[in-house]
């Protein structure tokens, strides 16, 4: 399973664009590149899912350059709801295959 | 996407007794369950897989004589943590997969406070 490698955490304001990359030198041939949202004792939500180029979605855009060894997780105009933990996970697409979390990204949008 | 309950929301037990988790996948068939822990502050820690009508495969550090898990139906895994302590105080979170979905469903969490 690929290692991935994010930014601890992150700070932004009200109406901004957040970017959180995320590193993934090792990604296989056949793995995909899924980021989960997380709020305080809750669950991981699904936000987005992409093999190669971009991906775009109502919540949020994915970023895959050509060589697939990292991508961007782009929220457009974040707020204070988008407070939470962001997480980039590495696989084969669903399945029956078990998902490894990293440390996540802490995202903190202020006033 | 998938619906997924789990059961209690929050527990608190007494230290020695045993804590029973339910996961249910309300609307699709799973064939694969996971557990997770999440310690404050920290990510999720994968413990356990479960295949409906088999034996749980464990990750390496985690007791499978301590977190029970059994996957009798396609709808319904269920974690019991046995002799609880102190120290298995935590946040557990079942997700649900299928082989023909692209994402895995999480569940609420549990809460659980061993006293």
């Known amino acids: 399973l690929a290692k991935t490698t994010q930014p601890i955490s992150m700070d932004s304001y009200e109406g901004q664009e957040v970017n959180i990359t995320c590193s993934h030198n090792n990604i296989a041939t056949n793995d995909y590149i899924t980021w989960y949202q997380q709020f305080p004792s809750q669950g991981p939500r699904f936000i987005i899912q992409g093999y190669k180029t971009k991906v775009t979605n109502e919540v949020a855009s994915l970023f895959i350059p050509a060589d697939r060894k990292s991508s961007t997780l782009s929220l457009p105009r974040v707020s204070l709801s988008d407070t939470a933990v962001y997480y980039c996970?590495?696989?084969?697409?669903?399945?029956?295959?078990?998902?490894?979390f990293g440390a996540g990204t802490r995202l903190a949008v202020h006033p | 996407g998938a619906v997924v309950s789990q059961h209690p929301s929050r527990v608190i037990c007494k230290s020695g007794t045993s804590v029973k988790i339910e996961c249910r996948s309300l609307d699709f068939q799973a064939t694969t369950m996971f557990w997770y822990r999440q310690f404050p502050k920290k990510s999720l820690m994968l413990m356990a897989t479960?295949?409906?009508?088999?034996?749980?495969?464990?990750e390496q550090g985690v007791e499978k004589d301590k977190f029970l898990i059994n996957h009798a139906s396609l709808t319904l895994s269920t974690l019991t943590v046995t002799s609880a302590h102190p120290e298995d105080s935590s946040f557990y979170i079942c997700?649900?997969?299928?082989?023909?979905?692209?994402?895995?469903?999480f569940g609420q969490g549990t809460r659980l406070t061993v006293v």
């Open positions: 996970l590495v696989g084969l697409a669903g399945g029956y295959n078990k998902l490894i």
């Open positions: 997700s649900v997969a299928s082989g023909m979905n692209t994402e895995a469903f």
């Open positions: 479960s295949n409906e009508g088999s034996k749980a495969t464990y």
